[in-house]
């Protein structure tokens, strides 16, 4: 039986049941990252055992190549472009979900469930951008869309603030040591990656990065104070995971939702002591293998608690892979024959399908078959709605607006760096025209997929996006700039 028929077969007559939800979301994982999407250099078998345990879909679709637009989609059903403030967020930004939308934690919240997020938030903070305080309780938090628990670090590990917040405040607050926080200027006295490069003792950068140091790591923004509540990048992974699972067993009798956002693998890729040297690609593959570790500890705790079988467990990433992101990790040197976007052209930023192509496993023992791939077309978008019909949930009106049931979606819509929309379906790849450059210009080495002209490629006969047909096949083009004209 098809995956998503079965899913939805399992749920007959939309009788509501709920089975404890939990999302599992690395960060910039490409499409060919995984042992079982052919990676080489690194092993996964956690998440590979994941995937002989349900479905490995071969086709799926984040909304945007960066995470920001990309997480936003999936937590709001709404497409980011619709709304402003969506692209790459400081660590200073302000709550870029606002209150009074629906997301995904609050349908789940109605539906009586327990809802956590744990790791990477990177969607804003507080209500206003530059004037959180860091120190106290912030005003607004992930408390006010949805989440009745969370542990996460702001932004992004190389953005600051380095601190971990649990809900609403720092974690570890250090009186002694205030944290002050900008992304205006740097703190009179304190060190920068720029004039004090012989500080960068754990990671030196190889592009931007330069601002404030912690841990001995360059970073974005500027930060001053902290003191014990800085994280150690090493113990990241650990942190997350230890916080995930404890969320896990304190809600073990009745229903949850985890949002288990990992750091993994976005840059400063800092892994601890014992993932070094477990892949062959240095500090990125190592983190790989971080990441399939963080996964185990989820599927270990559901086993120990019993809740293997009542728990459904989605496994992707938010956007396509990078190799050199800012630092000196060696990652481009290490490769070797691993291809981190699989098949695809690009990778994070692009327009091209590496930008967006992502994996995505999904396990619910007993509704879904064991084993199965899935050829099929899906996008990030339409897990909203999709997990509102499984679960019988009525969305309010107006709630998730871009987001349509698995069945009903017939193509993708894509988002690169630069706002260029593409949109994919089963046959085609249509990329609007962007006068942007053909190269990442500020150091990471990728296409982008922007020309001045209408693109089209066809999927079956050319994934790699070499061959443009747009002229070739004029109604094919127009209908695709027609859904673009539509959908933006
Ligand atoms: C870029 C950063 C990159 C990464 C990215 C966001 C520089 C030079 N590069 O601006 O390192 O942080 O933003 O990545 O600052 S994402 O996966 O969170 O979207
Ligand atoms: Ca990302």
Known sequence: MLPFAALL??????????????????????????????AQGVETPV????????????????????????????????????????????????????????????????????????????????????????NGKLDQDLSDIGFDYHYIMAATSDRVPCVFIENGRVVNHDPEHPIEVSYKGNFEGEPTGKDNPELLYNLRSSHGHDMSIVNGIGRIGWMKGGGRALWKDE??????????????????DHPFFLYFATNDIHVPRFPAERFRGASTMGLRGDAIAQFDWSVGEILKALERLGLEKNTIVVLTSDNGPVLDDGYDDKAEELVGDHRPAGPWRGGKYS???????????????????????????????????????????EIPEGAAPDSRDFRDAGYAMEMSNDHTL???????????????????????KIETGYRPYEQLFSRSADPGETENLAENKPDITARFREIVRKER
């Open 422 to 444: 593409s949109v994919c379906d089963e046959d085609w790849k249509y990329i609007s025209p962007s006068n942007g450059p053909e190269m990442i210009k500020w150091g990471p």
């Open 9 to 38: 077969a399992g749920c007959a007559g939309n009788q509501p049941q709920n089975p404890n939800v939990i999302f599992i979301l690395a960060d910039d994982l490409g499409y060919g990252d995984l042992g079982c999407y052919g």
């Open 47 to 134: 998440v590979d055992g994941l995937a002989s345990e349900g479905v490995r879909c071969l086709d799926a679709h984040s909304v945007a190549s960066t995470s920001t637009p990309s997480r936003y989609a999936l937590l709001t059903g709404q497409y980011p472009w619709r709304k402003a403030g969506t692209d790459i967020a400081a660590g200073n930004a302000s709550m870029i979900i606002s209150p009074d939308q629906f997301t995904v934690a609050d349908m789940l919240k109605t539906c009586g469930y327990t809802t956590g997020a744990v790791g990477k938030w990177h969607l804003g903070l507080g209500s206003e951008t530059g004037k959180q305080d860091w």
């Open 351 to 393: 327009a091209y399908e590496g930008g967006t192509a992502v994996p995505l496993i999904i396990r619910w023992p007993g509704h879904i078959a064991k084993g199965q791939e899935d050829g099929r077309l899906i996008s990030h978008i339409d897990g909203f709605r999709s997990l509102a019909n499984l679960l019988g949930v």
């Open 235 to 252: 113990s990241i992974a650990d942190s997350l995971a230890a916080h995930a699972v404890r969320f896990i067993e304190e809600n073990a």
